[in-house]
């Protein structure tokens, strides 16, 4: 199956076999998972690979703020109320702009540079603009591509001015839903009229990619809700759409407790949910990429996935081809071919830690070239819907792929495993019987659906 044999998928041709979907499974932002961190990988690794580092670099800045805090986000994120805990963090993350900067051999090409969180307009304009400063100056970035997260409700005319006077060229937008009751119940009240006027002021500014974040699965969410949340990004003209299906799992998330969930849809309908988003979006127009994020066939998304160049990283599906990702701020990962590596997480030690001119890389995994194997087969299994699979690996694996196959959800072609137009929804599920760490920690994981 080629790509774009992938991009045509058919949604009437899924079929719902929950025992199939029953195992909770990673979203594989990147292989081995977050859940295989541990201690004994730290700064020490995290300065060798820098230091050897001379290929095509991008960057991703964490944000830890939001004005207000949705009930169900699990962002490290805490509300921007306190203007010194905020001065303070800045600062901080300045000192490790420039440690990192120190290390990172002038032979590096810093090509990309995404801010996330949190919301990163959770902070004055100005602290934004002195961070793009000297993340352009240290890493010695000429023209990189700029990309940030959004939240309407703290976007105007101040914020919109700074995106285009820095050159921001794509955004993403938490719009979840256009539902005002849903908005309630999910603690993200902003109306309509906010999300369009946003949505003008960007285009105004030059952002020429603008996606919007989309969830179905939501406490009282029916389909007509999520029928007109799909309407009206679609008639605002969002370039890309993200369609997540919200995880409640108030154990580890305790702001979700805040959520009703007994109103939440059973996971047929979430399946239904799922099924009837990716139809109507792709008779929109969009091409799907991978299993719940879509583009219009322009977007530079989508002619990765058309072409066989999307790729998956901590940010989700993406066209960057950069081998390299290097975090800054406090929980973010670093993703080097041989290595992975996440910063302190608790705001306060990441500050003292670079109040000392510590780097604060405190837990990660060593890749090995076993780990590299399979998280080869992974990601071309969820990018592009087909992966070699060398012999060892595929008797390994038929065991636990027999039920797949029987339901015609993937097949062998060749070396090959493909998965089929009706197997889509199952992608993350037949890519985890590759993952030789998934069995022992399922609980941390949300369902495929």
Avoid at 25 to 31: G, H, I, K, L, N
Avoid at 220 to 236: K, N, P
Avoid at 283 to 289: H, I, Q, W
Avoid at 417 to 424: A, K
Wanted: hydrophobic share 40%.
């Amino acid at each position: 199956m080629t790509s774009g044999a992938a991009a045509a998928n058919v949604p009437g041709m899924w079929t719902y076999l929950p025992d199939l979907l029953a195992i909770p499974v990673p979203r594989y932002t990147s292989f081995p998972t977050a859940a295989e961190f541990d201690d004994r990988v730290g700064a020490a690794d995290l300065l060798r690979v820098l230091e050897g580092e001379t290929g095509e670099v991008s960057l991703y800045v964490h944000i830890p703020f939001c004005e207000k805090i949705c009930w169900y986000c699990g962002c490290n994120t805490s509300v921007a109320n306190r203007r010194d805990r905020v001065s303070s963090y800045l600062d901080a993350l300045h000192r490790e702009i420039t440690l990192v900067s120190e290390h990172l051999p002038n032979a590096a090409k810093v090509t990309r540079i995404a801010f996330g969180g949190g919301s990163p307009n959770g902070i004055p304009p100005i602290d934004f603009v002195r961070l793009v400063d000297a993340l352009t100056l240290q890493f010695a970035a000429s023209r990189p591509v700029i990309s940030i997260e959004l939240d309407p409700r703290t976007m105007g005319p101040e914020w919109a001015a700074v995106v285009g006077a820095v050159r921001i060229e794509r955004a993403s937008l938490g719009v979840q839903t256009f539902a005002p009751a849903l908005q309630e119940a999910i603690g993200r009240v902003q109306p309509a009229q906010m999300i369009g006027e946003t949505t003008e002021m960007l285009r105004a500014a030059g952002v020429a990619s603008l996606n919007y974040d989309l969830m179905y699965g939501l406490p009282g969410q029916t389909m007509a809700d999520l029928e007109d949340s799909l309407r009206r990004s679609v008639t605002l003209g969002a370039d890309r759409i993200a369609l997540f299906g919200y995880a409640h799992i108030p154990h580890l998330i305790a702001r979700q407790r805040k959520i009703d969930g007994s109103a939440l849809p059973d996971a047929e309908m979430r399946f239904r949910m799922a099924a009837f988003g990716y139809e109507y979006l792709v008779n929109e127009g969009y091409v799907p990429v991978g299993f719940d994020h879509f583009a219009l066939p322009g977007d530079s998304l989508a002619r990765a996935a058309l072409t066989g160049r999307l790729r998956r990283n901590f940010q989700g599906f993406t066209e960057d081809q950069a081998p390299v990702l290097i975090g800054l701020g406090a929980s973010s990962i670093s993703s080097f071919p041989e290595l992975l590596v996440q910063n302190e997480k608790n705001t306060g030690r990441y500050r003292m830690m670079l109040s000392q001119d510590r780097l604060t890389a405190n837990r990660g995994i060593v890749r090995s070239a076993e780990d590299r194997r399979r998280g080869a087969v992974i990601e071309g299994l969820l990018c592009r819907g087909r992966a070699h699979v060398d012999p060892d690996l595929a008797r390994e694996a038929l065991p636990m792929l027999e039920s797949y196959l029987q339901a015609g959800l993937c097949e062998a072609d060749g070396d090959d495993l493909v998965i089929r137009p009706g197997g889509l929804p199952y992608a993350r599920s037949i890519a985890a019987r590759f993952d030789p760490y998934r069995k022992d920690s399922l609980r941390r994981f949300s369902s495929a659906v």
